[in-house]
């Protein structure tokens, strides 16, 4: 069992910067393809980020198309943490993020294909 936990959720205005965290416990961190997923106020969730290892120091990150050249993902393996950078946030960013793994996967993925799952943390962005 992969037990997940998000912290770094808060209040931030509009053109802001959090960095959100997602500790990992109980697996083999480097083998799972870690996502970032968001639920907005009676919206669907929604896939935001993933980043899976490739070996050595490399890694394939990917991303929705509303945050890309705004969020970053990255990872460390040394303490199984896995990382969502967000700048330049905008009131429509405010949503629950959820961090979830998944041993095979890489890319987009879906929710309901996830292994594990986290229980979110909550990112309200002001205008």
């Known amino acids: 069992q992969v037990q997940l936990v998000e912290s770094g959720g808060g209040l931030v205005q509009a053109g802001g910067s959090l960095r959100l965290s997602c500790a990992a416990s109980?697996?083999?961190?480097?083998?799972?393809?870690m996502g970032w997923f968001r639920q907005a106020p009676g919206k669907e969730r929604e896939f935001v980020a993933s980043i899976t290892w490739t070996g050595g120091n490399t890694y394939y990150a990917y991303y929705t198309d509303s945050v890309k050249g705004r969020f970053t993902i990255s990872r460390d393996n040394a303490k199984n943490t896995v990382y969502l950078q967000m700048n330049s946030l905008k009131p429509e960013d405010t949503a629950v993020y959820y961090c979830?793994?998944?041993?095979?996967?890489?890319?987009?993925?879906?929710?309901?294909?996830?292994?594990?799952w986290g229980k979110g943390t909550l990112v309200t962005v002001s205008s």
């Open positions: 979830a793994a998944v041993r095979h996967g890489s890319g987009v993925l879906v929710w309901d294909g996830m292994d594990y």
């Open positions: 109980g697996g083999t961190f480097k083998t799972y393809t």
